[in-house]
């Protein structure tokens, strides 16, 4: 059960940073969805709901994303999605339901790392910088490597670039935890982001990668298998050997996809409704040989 003693409003950005320094046990309150699962006590949880953190303003250069703006809130705008080719609504789209991506914030899913997280892996593959109070702007890939510092996320800012982009991802089942998760995107050369290794996301790019701008299918294969050689292991959605061959595949898949030589993924569709047999059977005859033969 989460307990918490004090509960904290602050106005502005620096003040819930000066509350989260004053104790070890103090802790910042996004959405909420993770931590209200957590069996601890919290000395003062702090909400930022009144920081002015909830906005999504564009420039000329970028998009600048408060850290309480929802999930759903950035998988509706139709400017940014257009400019980043959708990865995050395709990302996004299966966590659990509508009303969860209502609660969930963007700060908090990248502020948190979670290995399982569609968030951070859709971001990597793009330009994209975090503004901390304390530690100042700092790139998502250098921030996704560090440790969890006592400082505040106050803002997500995702730079314009004529972006070529696709997510990639598997699950056991619609609104489940990913398998392996990947994101591919085209700027300024190749960035992949390979997440649920089960850790956290791990970006690769420049020379790590290996991939030109105009490569062959060797040059393809090497790079896969790149990919497939990051720190992988297994956990009850799938074993190590398994994550290893989907980066691989699905780091195939991202990488034609977005330079255009594979056409999109479809869509998943709903399964065909279930045939039911206008009458029941009647002779063990029939049941023998597998039931009616006028169902199909």
Same mark, same amino acid.
């Given at each position: 059960? +989460? ?5 904290? @409003? ?8 000066? +509350?989260?320094?004053?104790? @070890? ?10 931590? %209200?699962?957590?069996? %601890? %006590? ?66 908090? $899913?990248?502020? /948190? ?10 971001? +990597? ?32 800012? #995702? ?29 300024? /050369? ?11 996301? %791990? +970006?690769?790019? /420049? ?18 298998? @790149? ?11 799938? $074993? ?35 045939? #039911? ?20």
């Amino acid at each position: 059960m +989460l307990q918490f003693k004090n509960y904290a @409003r602050p106005d502005t950005v620096e003040e819930a940073y000066e +509350l989260v320094r004053k104790g @070890r046990m103090n802790r910042i309150m996004g959405g909420g969805v993770w931590l %209200r699962l957590q069996d %601890r %006590r919290i000395s003062t949880v702090i909400d930022l709901s009144s920081c002015g953190l909830d906005k999504i303003e564009e420039t000329e250069d970028a998009f600048v994303i408060g850290s309480m703006v929802t999930l759903r809130q950035l998988e509706c705008h139709q400017a940014f999605n257009d400019a980043t080719c959708h990865v995050f609504e395709r990302a996004v789209r299966d966590i659990v339901g509508t009303q969860m991506r209502n609660l969930a914030t963007v700060g908090g $899913s990248v502020f /948190g790392r979670f290995g399982f997280s569609d968030v951070l892996t859709a971001l +990597l593959a793009l330009d994209t910088e975090v503004e901390l109070v304390g530690a100042g702007t700092v790139s998502l890939a250098t921030f996704a490597q560090m440790g969890y510092e006592r400082d505040v996320l106050a803002h997500v800012i #995702v730079h314009k670039h004529d972006y070529r982009a696709s997510f990639q991802v598997v699950r056991r089942s619609a609104t489940d935890f990913p398998v392996l998760n990947v994101c591919a995107a085209e700027w300024d /050369g190749w960035h992949v982001a390979v997440g649920a290794r089960p850790t956290r996301a %791990r +970006l690769v790019e /420049g020379a790590a990668l290996g991939l030109p701008a105009t490569f062959t299918a060797e040059e393809l294969a090497a790079a896969c298998e @790149r990919l497939a050689q990051l720190p992988f292991s297994g956990n009850m959605r799938g $074993s190590e050997r398994y994550r290893r061959h989907l980066a691989r595949e699905l780091g195939r898949r991202a990488i034609c996809q977005t330079a255009g030589l594979e056409p999109p993924s479809p869509d998943p569709v709903a399964p065909a409704p279930r045939t #039911v047999c206008a009458h029941t059977l009647e002779t063990p005859d029939q049941a023998s040989e597998g039931g009616d033969p006028a169902c199909s």
